[in-house]
């Protein structure tokens, strides 16, 4: 297993403001990625943190938006930029662990509830 | 793509009851995890069955897969008021996990 540890774990920000999420792993793990749920909706995978090399972004997020940094193997950050209230949403580190050859295990932190008037 | 859908949405039982809830999916997978979550909360992983397993237990949890329907079941036992709660599955192979809507469980004490 892993144990996930994500700050800030609730914060309310400014209009217009940036503000960094950060993901510290128990671990050494290859895989991590950060999703985002808004109110009342499932998670939305943003991105994978890869190691040494730049995010790969989904659909729809950007890397102006959401920069991402992933200095090694146990520690990632997720920034939101130039925030607005649609940015408003938990967001989550979540890691692979485990058996390549069956399928990872993927584990989740307590999240980062932002919320931004 | 390989997002689970959960069935039902939602779902109200009494506490002592049982609770099933369905996940189908449509790419062939190396396993399938399910996950709770608690209002505002993260996902706690709950558990993984591999594609070539057909049934797994944990405590008051049985999951069951069928390949070749490509669905899962997540039966909750002898429920709790702290059952209550959102339950996703995430039907893995080579990529992220990609989420359904969940089905939210009440157990009413």
């Known amino acids: 297993s892993a144990v996930i540890s994500q700050k800030p774990s609730r914060d309310i920000c400014q209009r217009g403001t940036s503000l960094t999420i950060q993901c510290q792993v128990d671990?050494?793990?290859?895989?991590m990625f950060w999703y985002r749920q808004q109110p009342g909706q499932s998670l939305t995978l943003i991105a994978t943190a890869n190691q040494g090399s730049e995010a790969t972004y989904e659909s729809g997020f950007v890397i102006d938006k959401f920069p991402i940094s992933r200095p090694n193997l146990t520690f990632s950050t997720l920034t939101v930029s130039n925030m607005s209230p649609e940015d408003s949403s938990i967001y989550l580190c979540s890691v692979a662990v485990g058996d390549s050859s069956s399928g990872n295990t993927i584990y989740f932190g307590e999240g980062s509830w932002l919320t931004v008037v | 793509s390989q997002q689970g859908e959960e069935d039902p949405q939602a779902l109200s039982i009494q506490e002592g009851e049982n609770a099933t809830m369905n996940c189908s999916y449509k790419t062939s997978i190396n396993n399938l995890q399910w996950y709770r979550q608690n209002s505002g909360r993260g996902l706690v992983h709950l558990i993984l069955?591999?594609?070539?397993?057909r049934e797994k237990h944990s405590g008051r949890l049985r999951v069951t897969l069928d390949t070749s329907k490509k669905s899962s079941s997540l039966l909750i036992t002898a429920s709790r008021a702290a059952d209550t709660a959102s339950y996703f599955c995430a039907p893995r192979g080579n990529t992220p996990l990609v989420f359904g809507k969940g089905t939210r469980l009440s157990v009413i004490a």
């Open positions: 069955i591999r594609s070539n397993e």
């Open positions: 671990s050494q793990v290859t895989m």
